[in-house]
């Protein structure tokens, strides 16, 4: 049984994440679990859900300490005090969908072992019932925002800057602009009213969604735009000139100001070069697609920093849960001393090249064997996620799509990217014959 993907459990709410599947979450991390603090985002579903998993810990003989309505690093950052924390939520995805996601005390999501664990415990349904008089607590606790706040404040300076920050709905409003305004900011809010339809825009914070940020922050003459997704652990930025600051350049720009001497990075495997270029002396590490792997390898490898260019930002200093707040806030400490635009332009620029090749299903593992065999005299393959093949003038990775009958092929050169993305391309094609 496969319930959890690379960002936890998540899919269409009362269809593929029902009250039922909830319940048995809930039994099963509460066999092993003496207390369990539990949040969610704003999403129509996300009470429903929440409730049944509740019911499933106590029913363990869990104890459950509710926080509310609050975003995913408020939940993890609350859970240090717990043997494990839940948070609701289905993250960037739409309106539609639920989703449930497992922390550990340290702000880490439940790792690979943690998540077969629970796993097997549903599919076997071996869970235990307590009696009457051992069933959980229920309590409340209502300072998760205020102590995630006291936190990030006591690692930033803030600055006297106006910022437009559109939160999309999500529960980023509960937190994002409140504390930019302790750190002295002028904030100007889209988007901030709590609403799990989220009808303003996508939860996801890509460009195409972002329209109404890049036009206010122009209009408002704002040094910075911070968007999030419907739980904020991610965050994305628009410049001071309205224009929005790509994942791979967000990495760059946070390891120059995270890291010094010769750290360790760790990244998925289609993050772009402008990492490794713009930090010469560091070791760029790379991983499957998914923050949870992210921080994994950067918990194995006590690395300084890592993250992905969807926009999860890890800074294990704090946590290993991608923190979109304390990602927001740190920017602002960062472009009170050069402009994000500036910051932007330091940055080497090499051209990228995506496309998708349809293929069926069940023949994308005999696709990519065979793919594999022919990229291996190319360069230096790696098979962590897809295949990765790095050449001395750039790489292009090969990677079956997780969720679409395609397989997608991503190309990056210093020069000539074109005719390596055309070379690579029609060798998955000629494979599909």
Sequence with gaps: ?????????????????????????????????????????????????????????MSAGCDVTRVGLVTTPTLAYAARNYDCGVMITASHNPATDVGIKLWNPDGMAFDSSQQEEIENIIEKEDFIYVP?????????????????????????????????????????????????????????????QLDGHFPARNPEPKEDNLWMLKKAVKEFDAALGIAHDGDADRMMAVDENGDFLSGDEMLAIFARFECKGNPMIVVPVDTSMIVDDSMPGSTVVHTRVGDV????????????????PSGSWIFPRISYCPDGIYAGALLVDIVKEKKLSELRDELPKYPTL?????????????????????????????????????????????RPSGTEAKIRVTAEARQDVEKLHAKVENIVKECLK
């Design 1 to 57: 049984m496969k319930l959890f993907g690379s960002s936890g459990i998540r899919g269409l709410a009362n269809v593929e994440v029902t009250v039922d599947l909830a319940l048995k979450v809930g039994m099963a991390l509460g066999k092993s679990k003496k207390n369990a603090v539990i949040g969610r985002d704003p999403r129509v579903a996300g009470e429903m859900i929440e409730l049944a998993v509740i019911s499933g810990l």
């Design 132 to 192: 009457w008089n051992m069933v959980g607590e229920i309590t409340t606790y209502g300072n998760a925002v205020r102590d995630h706040m006291d936190m990030i404040l006591s690692h930033s300076t803030g600055a006297p800057i106006r910022v437009v920050i559109d939160c999309g709905g999500g529960a980023g409003g509960t937190i994002t602009p409140f504390l930019l305004r302790k750190m002295g900011c002028e904030v100007i809010t889209l988007n901030s």
């Design 293 to 308: 792997y992210v921080a994994e390898e950067m918990k194995k490898l006590k690395a300084d920093f890592g993250g992905e």
């Design 354 to 398: 995506r496309s998708t090749v349809a293929c069926a299903n069940d023949k994308k593992a005999a696709v990519m064997q065979a793919v594999s065999s022919k990229l291996e005299s190319m360069g230096e393959v790696s098979s962590i996620d897809g295949i990765r093949v790095d050449m001395e003038g750039g790489w292009v990775l090969v």
